[in-house]
């Protein structure tokens, strides 16, 4: 049996200089658009790592600490897990913590997607990549990202 996932998770703000931000379509759940995000794989897995290995296993970007960099928000959200996802958590779980981060990018990046996960990638303006987010915790944190960054 697969071990339930644990409701501690990253989400990864990937975007451009100019406020372009490049969301992901759930393989899953065709129409569902996102930024990168995932559980952590341990309890005592460090978040930063988190991030970099979700931001590689689901887009094939390396946040190498010198030309791209994660920077940590400092920001968590709280929120329920979607019914039709709270199997892969353990009985009596609803909630799941995520913490964020962001990197920038050049736009001409190569974006290699995990076909198991995701099938399609787009780079928006910022305003529009929040509307077509499905998750509003996703889409919050896309509109603070003008501030966040200057």
């Known amino acids: 049996m697969k071990p339930y996932k644990i409701p501690e998770s990253v989400l990864v703000l990937i975007h ?57 928000w400092q920001l ?10 709270r199997h892969r958590y353990a009985p009596g779980v609803t909630q799941n913590t995520e913490h964020v981060f962001s990197v920038e990018v050049p736009r001409d990046i190569a974006i290699t997607l995990s076909p198991r996960e995701h099938i399609n990638h787009a780079w928006l303006p910022y305003l529009e990549a929040a509307d077509r987010c499905f998750s509003s915790s996703n889409a919050e944190v896309i509109l603070q990202l003008p501030r966040r960054i200057r």
């Not at 100019?18 to 309890?43: C, F, H, M, N």
């Not at 968590?76 to 996802?85: D, L, V």
């Open 16 to 72: 451009s200089a100019d406020l372009q931000v490049l969301l992901i379509e759930r393989a899953d759940k065709p129409g569902y658009w996102q930024s990168v995000t995932g559980s952590l794989d341990a309890p005592d897995e460090p978040l930063a790592a988190t991030a970099a290995r979700e931001l590689f296993e689901e887009t094939g970007i390396v946040a190498d600490g010198e030309r791209i960099v994660l920077r940590d």
């Open 76 to 85: 968590s959200n709280i929120y329920e897990i979607y019914p039709m996802w």
